[in-house]
């Protein structure tokens, strides 16, 4: 696989390269330069294959130039070993539940994939990988329980004190390993630009070799594809052939590589990219104007993003044709009011309890299906409901997985600093 950047179509690198950098130096994105198309006879005959069969084919064809087969059914069946059920609420409503990782949320397939790409990578004797992020919730925990052990590479997490729910909290804290939390007195933002600062602090490069693991990186997109291609396997084993895809979006990395199995030659009708009321790309669809703001917090915080980073990726899948992506992609946002009542309702008719994420989806999904009679659609549930207990009312008991217990009895570990780069540096070098 080679990779140009969405600002330079003349850039060329190995998919190593546009992994361990992540972004190219120009500040755009990686991009394949090649879109395989899986072959017609192995999408018609989709439903004759598990997903560890799906997610094969589907890395094989894009891989098989970067990595010999053997070695990526190795990684894939290491790093996807949970499943992506699409679980049937009335005949016309599925939802696919991505949240039966070990961080209960759909980031664990682009975080674990990476860390085993990453380590795969790593040359004997090599200087250790360093790997700093920072998370506003999810992406911490999926990081973490990725590279958990992974050899050869160390984790330093960056949360913002106070802002992420218990659980989210329990996954950066409790790992021990390779893994460490630093704490910080400050905001998301805050968290992110001593992130940023350590890339560009060359004493600091010259002594480690830093990474990023946000969701930028290409290797965490790839793997996303394989659930879009394994929910059509499984909607066709119910005799349902139509496409529509609900995607809970922020950053639009998931509807991203959804828009990548399009590509790639999944019959998808219609994808409806569903945001809370950080709107700039359904602002966007509708007037023209792309103008990113600052975010606004909800009840969906992972999607509280003003300026989507995936957003180039998909004009770029699209040639920055609007016309074109409009045929294929349509934006709706909710209000966290919206966002509770449709909890409150969800649960109503179906029992089912849904993430605020996810039922902003299915909001998303059921206007679509109000002006489109008849269709049938699935839509995407990224996390586990467990994560965000906060928002539902008490009438909605909240299930609790037996891992999650788990980790509630062991030691929290974090470092507690004040947001101050050199704090940061003195850390990373001493640790
Ligand atoms: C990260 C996240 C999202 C947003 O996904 P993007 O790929 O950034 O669009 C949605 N829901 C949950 C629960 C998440 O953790």
Redesign the pocket.
């Known amino acids: 696989m080679k990779l140009y950047s969405t600002n330079n179509p003349d850039l060329s690198v190995d998919f190593p390269t546009a992994v361990f950098n992540s972004m190219p130096l120009d500040r755009g994105l990686y991009m394949p330069l090649h879109i395989p198309e899986l072959d017609q006879e192995f999408i018609d005959n989709i439903d004759k294959f598990s997903f560890s069969q799906i997610a094969y084919k589907v890395a094989s064809v894009l891989l098989k130039d970067s990595i010999p087969l053997e070695d990526l059914q190795a990684i894939i069946d290491d790093a996807i070993n949970f499943e992506a059920p699409v679980v049937e609420l009335d005949p016309e409503t599925y939802v696919l539940e991505l949240f039966h990782g070990p961080s209960l ?3 664990d397939f682009g975080a674990r994939f990476m860390s085993r790409i990453m380590a795969y990578f790593l040359k004997d004797n090599e200087k250790m990988l360093d790997v700093l992020v920072a998370t506003s ?3 911490g925990g999926a990081v973490a329980l990725g590279f958990l052990g992974v050899p050869n590479t160390r984790v330093t997490i960056l949360y913002p004190k106070g802002k992420v729910s218990e659980i989210q909290e329990q996954q950066l804290c409790t790992n021990g390993l390779n893994i460490q939390a630093i704490e910080v007195d400050g905001t998301f933002d805050d968290c992110q630009a001593l992130v940023k600062q350590a890339f560009a602090d060359q004493d600091l490069n010259n002594r480690l070799r830093l990474t990023s693991a946000n ?1 930028i990186n290409i290797s965490r997109l790839i793997p996303q594809i394989f659930y879009y291609f394994n929910a059509y396997a499984q909607i066709k084993r119910r005799g349902k052939e139509e496409l529509i895809f609900s ?10 590589a959804g828009l990548l199995a399009y590509k790639m030659g999944l019959p998808v009708k219609q994808f409806i990219a569903a945001t809370n009321v950080n709107d700039t790309v359904p602002r966007f669809l509708q007037t023209g104007i792309y103008e990113p703001r600052t975010s606004v917090q909800t009840y ?1 915080n ?2 509280d ?1 003003g300026a ?1 980073s ?1 957003w180039v990726r998909i004009m770029d899948l699209f040639k920055n044709d609007e016309a074109a992506l409009k045929k294929v992609v349509q934006s709706q946002s909710y209000t966290d009011e919206q966002t509770l009542q449709a909890i409150k309702d969800i649960f109503e008719a179906y029992g089912y309890v849904a ?1 605020p ?1 996810t039922a902003i989806a299915w909001l998303a999904l059921k206007a679509y299906q109000k002006s489109n009679p008849g269709s049938v659609g699935i839509f995407l549930s ?2 586990h409901p467990c ?1 965000f207990p906060d928002v539902f009312p008490k009438e909605i008991e909240v299930e609790v997985p037996e891992q999650v217990k788990n980790m509630a009895s062991k030691q929290k570990c974090a470092t507690v600093m004040d947001n101050n780069f050199e704090s940061f540096k003195t850390y990373l070098i001493n640790y």
């Open positions: 949320a759909f980031k919730g999810d992406t969701s995607v809970p979006s922020g950053n639009f990395g998931n509807i991203g969906a992972a999607m993003v989507p995936n993430c994420h990224t996390a994560k």
